[in-house]
């Protein structure tokens, strides 16, 4: 359900709206048949004692379970990976001019940047963090925001409100026609999350509309079955996410607890899966309870190719997580488009930092999410893929740290 804004409502979308030249790129084409929606039913907040054991795998690329599908009457459609390079975008003019770089982030073939901002300060990082991409993939596009609403818990938890606004406010002056926020919590009531983070007052005073995902319709579910996924029949991922003429998430830095091991832009995507089918099987169960948790994060990501992805790692959990857990001062902002690039960064920061055994174990991109997400061809498969940029020299000698966990691991 939208949370619409009153009709006499007049505010910085209405400035920037009439600021910006529209007429840009046409929708996409509808993708997907209609199909079944996972039961409306509120999840109940989950503790360590409520949550399935974390069952363990030893992942090789070729490896899959041998799974009977679950039945369904619900209408499939089998998706192709999404390709390893990103679509490009042409570079447009912003509202501040971009800091001169310390390192150059001049593009390169096969290369996914990774903005990478030093500060303590959210906004700011926002700002210069899209300026060192110095692309737009925005303009003249209905825009569906992902943010990391699994519980209303203080950030790292979740979503900052200062990131939250500073980014819809450079969405906005980059020429976005619509912005709407969609999620779906699940350690909490979805609506209940969002009012407790103000969310449908900051979106009346800025303009973006909201779409409470496990409110949906049966209509607005699509059933996905990725090739040789590791779900035992497919998942049901918001035909509003899939069809979205530009999807941006943002997202924290932290740990998972409950299996994931770390939970950064990969997994910040089953937000946007049903948890229950039409016949009240449970996907979210499922899910937590395999083996194959972390491909199966992976595979989700085959829904869809993000048009941008802000992480939040001004503060990062270094254990525990996802709504508490050890808490660091990381005072980082990352931004980019490659999700395999980016979470491989953020877990090279989590290393920095000092984190979980499991987070520490083996190469970085032997880590079981990051290690399918490439295999699918989801993102770079490799540390040398991977450029940092960024904009000064306090940021460039944190990234330099970085860079090096990169390489070693």
Same mark, same amino acid.
């Given at each position: 359900?939208?949370?619409?804004?009153?009709?006499?409502?007049?505010?910085?979308?209405?400035?920037?709206?009439?600021?910006?030249?529209?007429?840009?790129?046409?929708?996409?084409?509808?993708?997907?048949?209609? +199909? $079944?929606?996972?039961?409306?039913?509120?999840?109940?907040?989950?503790?360590?004692?409520?949550?399935?054991?974390?069952?363990?795998?030893?992942?090789?690329?070729?490896?899959?379970?041998?799974?009977?599908?679950?039945?369904?009457?619900?209408?499939?459609?089998?998706?192709?990976?999404?390709?390893?390079?990103?679509?490009?975008?042409?570079?447009?003019?912003?509202?501040?001019?971009?800091?001169?770089?310390?390192?150059?982030?001049?593009?390169?073939?096969?290369?996914?940047?990774?903005?990478?901002?030093?500060?303590?300060?959210?906004?700011?990082?926002?700002?210069?963090?899209?300026? #060192?991409?110095?692309?737009?993939?925005?303009? $003249? /596009?209905?825009?569906?925001?992902?943010?990391?609403?699994?519980?209303?818990?203080?950030?790292? $938890?979740?979503?900052?409100?200062?990131?939250?606004?500073?980014?819809?406010?450079?969405?906005?002056?980059?020429?976005?026609?619509?912005?709407?926020?969609?999620?779906?919590?699940?350690?909490?009531?979805?609506?209940?999350?969002?009012?407790? /983070?103000?969310?449908?007052? #900051?979106?009346?005073?800025?303009?973006?509309?909201?779409?409470?995902?496990?409110?949906?319709?049966?209509? !607005?579910?699509?059933?996905?079955?990725?090739?040789?996924?590791?779900? &035992?029949?497919?998942?049901?991922?918001?035909?509003? +996410?899939?069809?979205?003429? !530009?999807?941006?998430?943002? +997202? +924290? #830095?932290?740990?998972?607890?409950?299996?994931?091991?770390?939970?950064?832009?990969?997994?910040?995507?089953?937000?946007?899966?049903?948890?229950?089918?039409?016949?009240?099987?449970?996907?979210?169960?499922?899910?937590?309870?395999?083996?194959?948790?972390?491909?199966?994060?992976?595979?989700?990501?085959?829904?869809?190719?993000?048009?941008?992805?802000?992480?939040?790692?001004?503060?990062?959990?270094?254990? $525990?997580?996802?709504?508490?857990?050890?808490?660091?001062?990381?005072?980082?902002?990352?931004?980019?488009?490659?999700?395999?690039?980016?979470? !491989?960064?953020?877990?090279?920061?989590?290393?920095?930092?000092?984190?979980?055994?499991?987070?520490?174990?083996?190469?970085?991109?032997? =880590?079981? =999410?990051?290690?399918?997400?490439?295999?699918?061809?989801?993102?770079?498969?490799?540390?040398?893929?991977?450029?940092?940029?960024?904009?000064?020299?306090?940021?460039?000698?944190?990234?330099? &740290?970085?860079?090096?966990?990169?390489?070693?691991?």
């Amino acid at each position: 359900m939208t949370e619409p804004a009153p009709n006499h409502f007049f505010s910085r979308r209405n400035l920037l709206r009439q600021a910006v030249t529209l007429g840009a790129l046409a929708a996409a084409a509808s993708l997907l048949e209609a +199909c $079944g929606r996972p039961g409306v039913q509120t999840p109940s907040r989950l503790s360590d004692a409520g949550m399935p054991p974390t069952p363990t795998s030893s992942y090789t690329p070729t490896r899959k379970p041998s799974a009977t599908p679950v039945p369904s009457s619900t209408p499939t459609h089998t998706l192709e990976p999404s390709p390893t390079s990103l679509p490009s975008a042409t570079p447009t003019a912003r509202s501040s001019p971009t800091p001169a770089p310390t390192s150059t982030p001049t593009p390169q073939a096969d290369v996914a940047q990774v903005a990478f901002v030093k500060t303590r300060q959210r906004a700011e990082g926002v700002r210069r963090a899209l300026d #060192l991409l110095g692309s737009n993939p925005v303009q $003249g /596009k209905a825009v569906l925001l992902k943010p990391n609403f699994n519980s209303a818990d203080p950030a790292p $938890g979740s979503t900052h409100e200062d990131v939250l606004r500073a980014l819809v406010e450079e969405l906005w002056g980059m020429g976005a026609r619509g912005i709407t926020l969609a999620d779906r919590s699940g350690m909490d009531n979805t609506r209940r999350a969002m009012q407790q /983070k103000g969310i449908f007052s #900051l979106a009346e005073e800025m303009g973006f509309d909201t779409l409470v995902l496990d409110e949906l319709e049966d209509q !607005a579910w699509v059933l996905v079955q990725p090739p040789d996924s590791h779900w &035992q029949g497919g998942f049901p991922f918001a035909r509003s +996410c899939l069809e979205a003429e !530009a999807l941006v998430q943002t +997202c +924290c #830095l932290k740990t998972h607890r409950f299996g994931g091991h770390f939970t950064l832009s990969l997994k910040n995507s089953v937000g946007m899966v049903g948890k229950y089918g039409p016949d009240g099987y449970n996907y979210m169960q499922e899910l937590h309870a395999s083996a194959y948790q972390r491909l199966m994060i992976a595979e989700i990501n085959t829904a869809y190719t993000p048009a941008l992805v802000v992480v939040d790692g001004v503060e990062a959990f270094v254990s $525990g997580g996802p709504d508490t857990g050890k808490r660091v001062e990381a005072e980082v902002m990352l931004a980019g488009r490659d999700r395999v690039a980016l979470d !491989a960064v953020g877990v090279a920061l989590l290393r920095y930092w000092g984190t979980t055994p499991e987070v520490r174990r083996g190469l970085i991109f032997e =880590q079981e =999410q990051i290690a399918r997400a490439a295999e699918l061809g989801l993102g770079v498969d490799g540390p040398d893929q991977i450029q940092i940029v960024t904009d000064d020299a306090d940021s460039e000698a944190y990234a330099a &740290q970085i860079r090096e966990i990169l390489a070693g691991g």
